[in-house]
C-alpha cells in the first residue's frame, strides 16, 4: 500500500485546511487510517484517527477543531482542519495499521503552517 498525502498550505490563524490521502493497493476498508504530525523539533504525535472499533480518536490539542473521515469507494482519508493555531504548523502524515497493531503504512508527509 502506498499514501499519497495533499492539501498542506500556507493559511493564517483561525483559518482552514483540508487535508486529503489517497492510497493505492487493494483492501483500503480493512485499514484503520490515523493522521500524525511532526514540528520542527519535536516528536511526531498522533493527530486522530478511526480505530477498528468505529468512532474516533483525537489528540486533545485538535479537540473540536479537526475532523477526521474516510471514503473506502476513493481509498482516501481526509482531515479537516478548522480554527487553525500557529502551533498546528507541521509535517502532516496519513498512516495505515490492521487492527490494533502497529501503524505499517506511511505518507511522504504534507506540510501545513499556520501564521500569527
Known amino acids: 500500500v502506498q499514501l499519497q498525502a495533499s492539501g498542506g498550505g500556507l493559511v493564517q490563524a483561525g483559518g482552514s485546511l483540508n487535508l486529503s490521502c489517497v492510497a493505492s493497493?487493494?483492501?483500503?476498508?480493512?485499514?484503520?487510517p490515523a493522521w500524525f504530525r511532526q514540528s520542527p523539533g519535536k516528536q511526531r504525535e498522533f493527530v486522530e484517527g478511526i480505530p477498528r472499533d468505529g468512532g474516533v480518536d483525537y489528540a486533545d490539542s485538535v479537540k473540536g477543531r479537526f475532523t477526521i473521515s474516510r471514503d473506502s469507494a476513493k481509498n482516501t482519508v481526509y482531515l479537516r482542519m478548522t480554527s487553525l493555531k500557529p502551533e498546528d504548523t507541521a509535517v502532516y502524515y496519513c498512516?495505515?495499521?490492521?487492527?490494533?497493531?502497529?501503524?505499517?503504512?506511511w505518507g511522504k508527509g504534507t506540510l501545513v503552517t499556520v501564521s500569527s
Open positions: 493497493g487493494h483492501a483500503f476498508s480493512a485499514y484503520s
Open positions: 498512516a495505515l495499521r490492521l487492527g490494533f497493531s502497529q501503524y505499517k503504512y
